[in-house]
Nanobody
Framework: QVQLVESGGGLVQAGGSLRLSCATS????????MGWFRQAPGKEREFVAG????????HFADSVQGRFTISRDNAKNTVYLQMNSLKTEDTAVYYC??????????????????WGQGTQVTVSS
């Protein structure tokens, strides 16, 4: 059974940091691009960041550029999202997803086949 399990969410004050992890199991995604999305209440799920299979290509939403970084450790089947300088508008459920391709990194949710259950990130003012 394929699983993507996010962890690391929580409550943090504005300006703080969190590191999300996404552990995959059931099959290898070392040849797939991976991405992070988020969904706030009443809003569409939006792309946050993505990384190519090798980690050599990364793509970020404008809203998080310069504050978030994405990385992966294929040996550990894990993808990370480091979130710094968090803002209240970053509050959302964050989802990890595996893309159908290796490169380029897609930003459309429809290019991702497998999804985690999400982890809540709440940024207080």
């Amino acid at each position: 059974q394929v699983q993507l399990v996010e962890s690391g969410g929580g409550l943090v004050q504005a300006g703080g940091s969190l590191r999300l992890s996404c552990a995959t199991s059931g099959r290898t995604f070392s040849r797939n691009a991976m991405g992070w999305f988020r969904q706030a209440p009443g809003k569409e799920r939006e792309f946050v960041a993505g990384i190519s299979w090798s980690g050599g290509s990364k793509h970020f939403a404008d809203s998080v550029q310069g504050r978030f970084t994405i990385s992966r450790d294929n040996a550990k089947n894990t993808v990370y999202l480091q979130m710094n300088s968090l803002k209240t508008e970053d509050t959302a459920v964050y989802y990890c997803a595996a893309a159908t391709i290796a490169v380029p990194v897609p930003s459309s949710r429809y290019r991702y086949d497998y999804w985690g259950q999400g982890t809540q990130v709440t940024v207080s003012s």
